[in-house]
């Protein structure tokens, strides 16, 4: 089946420090996503990817649609404690039958040391 | 504009009793909706999902069953509990490859 490797699975960085997380696969993915998980509560979306090589940012988030479409990063800058969660990689294939259905990655737990 | 809810925040149930949860959306029809489960700082096991009213499919094998008897309700049940049922189960809807919307989980404990 469609599996999704998020790498590192934990990160413990100092604030201020940028952060840098991948996801890889090897299945193609016409959608890439970006959720953030804060402790008690459920996945926000932070970044939607629809095109190979698109180059999206949101604030101090940048992630890109690898070129391939079998990858994604997220990059986060210059880190702030409110950074700390579970950072979590999906996507969407071709070959779903049902749009919509993502495969997720299994996270990226963040510690930001102030 | 769209919200989910889910409820309750939190159960401590006993091992063998029934369960009921419930996931509600508004300002959407038809969305897809999903059941997942999360163990302690892991990642997200989906349980079941559902395209329409009264049709779910079922990603593993478990002590726990879906339904959705209305177009934005979805109800994850079980009945009886095991030890192993414990989590934080979320629910979410989505509809086409715009992402998932989370609700804000139930916490089980199973006892």
Redesign the interface.
Known sequence: GQQLNQSPQSMFIQEGEDVSMNCTSSSIFNTWLWYKQEPGEGPVLLIALYKAGELTSNGRLTAQFGITRKDSFLNISASIPSDVGIYFCAATGYYNTNAGKSTFGDGTTLTVKP | SQTIH?WPATLVQPVGSPLSLECTVEGTSNP?L?WYRQAA????Q?LF?S?GIGQI?SEVPQNLSASRPQDRQFILSSKKLLLSDSGFY?C?W????????????T?LTVV
């Open positions: 889910q897809n999903y700082g892991r990642g997200l989906l999902y395209v499919s979320l979410a989505s509809v086409t490859n715009y992402g998932y919307t989370f609700g804000s989980g916490r």
